[in-house]
């Protein structure tokens, strides 16, 4: 349709038809089942507005789509198609690892592949928009949505951020197998005070906009379609009531043009919070700072007709916004065909397609680092190998955002290992569940009951004595035990924060157990986001954490530990030392007495007096099956002016007696600004892969561009100075090197 005839339709619809295009509502009002992620909309929402509702969350499978859209256009009175929504976060049905694993692999252009692939199935499903990316900067692994985040790094979550939205919106959103990427949750939301969700984040304008904003401004770049607003107050300001920042910064500096919307019920929440009296005003303020849709709530179509009517709201305002949401029908071709790609058949032919496991398992394996390894892995095939533990053969390894995974569809450890004959001495026991009872309320009421009834459905050779005897006795007659741990995949995501990092104590009982009777163990930990591992350093010889890995999780894993494919990743959030040091990221600043500094006395330095400053393992760190010396760094100037270059390099070479991939990662400190600056910033890396023996020289481009930054007067630019360089394996690597920007 043309932008003319567009507004020719919003003009001849009446203003409550208007207003019914801000409202989107779950599928489950066509089918009654209601409620999907928040609390359930109140009776405002009458029939008149869910037969004319511009858009849907939570509809998918082609034909019933085909069917409630086809219904749904002969009752609108403009005959205008729905917009169908659903999070599709880590696959649609071939799952990937979380978004953290994700951002594990250092690899943007893999993530891409996921996130296109994601999109043509859920496209041949029906669903037109995926609340993804999620591009929230993490530092608080207490926040259960730490899983949805691609980690602490600003410069890594842009790059993930604009690969995935190019994956799912590729060239042009109205081509085949494409959808609409919303990003979230605009803005701050990653950094709630004390990890607890929905919680108040207080951020100064400095930090907002040189730390957490670029992810945010990388996504917009490369052309997302939608923003979602975020639940929390962000200084004072509830995001979704904030004038200021969706218009001034949003629409105004960042230059959105797209829809945005909000969060569920979270413009109902602006009176909860209590920033307004009531949902009249809610409306209002809402509407002002340019929410276009309303997630789940009456609050939008009860209220804004009269808010247009008694001019509080001109109808120009209101105009904008329908406008938005009528242009993202448009581009995504859905007046011309409002079924776009949503076929039965092509469903049957993409949907778990060989190359989407593929795929998954690509992705997996590369998400997977590697630890600790006391010469644990790769496992031998002659050896007598025990796999023990409550995910050996778990397939609920998805992470909790997997809305339509199905168990069914996973590999787990052991069916990888029933389908291969290399290893022939491999036994498997479960030892535990995930959780005792008493932990049941680490998880949602549903999960904690899906639970029980499984245990309570098992005989007696499943009791949990026979389960723990038969672990026991499994571990000692091996000569490895590879231990499966970690977090239920409903510890992580939506409202699911915690003040404990440790894993469950059923497990960490069961980890001290099967180490009094065989101490070769490996840990292969399962987890939504960084843990206290401590205890799991203690006991175990090495350590592969394997975060949420998705539909080929088990075969991903087997062809790690047994050496097929080399571990890679690399963390993208630190693993704190324990609970009492996060909020932690690599990039702090120095302080007026660090900690290392001699000079100043032990007592009044910047340290706990009981545990280390550093992380247990830092950011960007991971271990591979061979090892790699660095030479020392060399750069091409000791002087670096505008418009100019410097090569920053040096030489790598795998000593080990296997094939392996490095991460070589450039960090840069500058020593002196009018706002300081971190003790390093990632600025750039590369995957090398090398052979035994093999060497490569490593070269590394530096150019002014790369050294600005928000300055004290809030302009955006570098300063003149000193900038320290390292290149080293993960951020722990000391400055080697020093040049001048003039
Ligand atoms: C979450 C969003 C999600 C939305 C729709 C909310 O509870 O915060 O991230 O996109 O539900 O499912």
Known sequence: MTQEKLVELLHSMSLKEKVNQMLQVTTGFFTDEKMLTGPTAQGEIGEENISQAGSL??????????????????????????????????????????????????????????????????????????????????????????????????????????????????????????????????????????????????????????????????????????????????????????????????????????????????????????????????????AHAGVDIDMMTGVYCSKLPELVETQVLSEKLLDEAVLRILTLKNKLGLFENPYKDADPEKEKEVILCEEHRKLAREAAEQSFVLLKNEEMLPLNPEEKIAIIGPFAEEKEIYGSWSIIAQAQDTVSIADAVRTQTEFPHVSIAKGCEILSPKEYCLVTQAEAEKIQQRVEQQDRTQSSKALWKEAVKTARKADKVILTLGEHKNMSGEAASRADLRIPKIQRKLLKEIYQMNPNITVILFTGRPLDLRQIEKYAKAILVVWMPGTEGGNAIWNVITGAVSPSGRLPMSFPYCVGQVPISYNEYVTGRPCEDSSVSREYRSNYRDIPNEPLYPFGYGLSYTQFLYSKLSLSSTVLKPGEKLEASIVLRNIGDREGTETVQLYIRDCAGSVVRPKKELKAYQKITLAPDEEITVRFEITEEMLRFYRADGSYGSEKGIMGVMIGKDSNIRESAAFELQ
Request: hydrophobic share 40%.
């Open 57 to 286: 969350i939570g509809l998918f499978g082609a034909e019933e789509y085909r069917k409630q859209q086809k219904a749904f256009m002969e009752k609108h009175p403009h005959h205008i198609p729905f917009l169908d929504m659903l999070d599709v976060i880590n696959g649609f049905r071939t799952i990937y690892p979380i978004p953290l694993g994700q951002g594990a692999t250092f690899n943007p252009d893999l993530m891409k592949k996921c996130a296109s692939m994601a999109a043509l199935e859920a496209s041949v499903s029906g669903i037109h928009v995926t609340f993804s990316p999620m591009v929230d900067l993490v530092r608080d692994a207490r926040w259960g949505r730490v899983m949805e985040s691609t980690g602490e790094d600003p410069m890594l979550n842009c790059e993930f951020a604009r690969a995935q939205v190019e994956g799912y919106q590729g060239r042009d959103v109205k081509e085949a197998g494409k959808i609409a990427a919303c990003v979230k949750h605009f803005a701050g939301y990653g950094a709630p005070v004390g990890g607890r969700e929905y919680n108040t984040v207080e951020l100064s304008e400095n930090t907002l906009m040189e730390y957490y904003l670029p992810a945010y401004q990388a996504a917009i770049e490369a052309g997302a379609e939608m923003v979602m607003t975020s639940f929390n107050t962000l200084n004072g300001i509830p995001s979704t009531g904030n004038q200021w920042l969706m218009q001034e910064i949003l629409r105004g500096k960042m230059g959105f043009q797209g829809v945005l919307i909000s969060d569920w019920a979270a413009i109902e929440e602006l009176c909860i919070h209590g920033f307004a009296a009531d949902r009249w005003e809610a409306a209002s303020l809402a």
